[in-house]
T-cell receptor
Framework: DAGVIQSPRHEVTEMGQEVTLRCKPI?????LFWYRQTMMRGLELLIY????????DSGMPEDRFSAKMPNASFSTLKIQPSEPRDSAVYFC????????????FGQGTRLTVV | DAKTTQPPSMDCAEGRAANLPCNHS???????VYWYRQIHSQGPQYIIH???NNETNEMASLIITEDRKSSTLILPHATLRDTAVYYC???????????FGSGTKLNVKP
């Protein structure tokens, strides 16, 4: 397996634009996580899914953020409208429940909102 | 989740053992200790985990005190590629929410 795949790796957008980040988890994994990392706040858990169902989105900063998982092999994190303070590295991770909470992370998407 | 405390940074000479401490004095009986590391700009990488016994794998060893209030991650022969931020996390085995603290920045020097 190629691991968790995120796209794009880098995204630069103007304030007010819609941004969509994509994630393909490891095949067979039943948990998917979205994290955001900034220098100020470190790694923050935004939302996680179990079997494609959102379980906890208490980390989503505000209504401008939304995440979906239409099937077991794809998830998106959308920001609309984007703001400069959304600039961060966004990581997606997946894990398999039966093997304990060992999560495998993607390489991240570096988002810059200007 | 139980709170963990780690030193913000540590130095280690290349080829020597790196010992990274973690305090988790409020850990409960069914919570595991997990270690991850994050090499610059990459996603965090799983290293090792344990409950109460010491553990060893190809990457590292984990020593957990008898009272489970602290643990030490040991990299037996640190290399320059081990320079990273190391995170100690305490979590229940069936609970999948990971919360990363600020970690320890390990600097391996030649």
């Amino acid at each position: 397996d190629a691991g968790v795949i995120q796209s794009p790796r880098h995204e630069v957008t103007e304030m007010g634009q819609e941004v969509t980040l994509r994630c393909k988890p490891i095949s067979g994994h039943d948990y998917l996580f979205w994290y955001r990392q900034t220098m100020m706040r470190g790694l923050e858990l935004l939302i996680y899914f179990n079997n494609n169902v959102p379980i906890d989105d208490s980390g989503m900063p505000e209504d401008r953020f939304s995440a979906k998982m239409p099937n077991a092999s794809f998830s998106t994190l959308k920001i609309q409208p984007s703001e400069p303070r959304d600039s961060a590295v966004y990581f997606c991770a997946s894990s398999l429940m039966g093997q304990g909470p060992e999560a495998f992370f993607g390489q991240g998407t570096r988002l810059t909102v200007v | 989740d139980a709170k963990t405390t780690q030193p913000p940074s540590m130095d280690c000479a290349e080829g020597r053992a790196a010992n990274l401490p973690c305090n988790h004095s409020t850990i409960s009986g069914n919570e595991y200790v997990y270690w991850y590391r994050q090499i610059h700009s990459q996603g965090p990488q799983y290293i090792i985990h344990g409950l109460k016994n010491n553990e060893t794998n190809e990457m590292a060893s984990l020593i957990i005190t008898e009272d489970r209030k602290s643990s030490t991650l040991i990299l037996p022969h640190a290399t320059l590629r081990d320079t990273a931020v190391y995170y100690c996390i305490v979590i229940g085995y069936n609970f999948n929410k990971f919360y990363f603290g600020s970690g320890t920045k390990l600097n391996v020097k030649p």
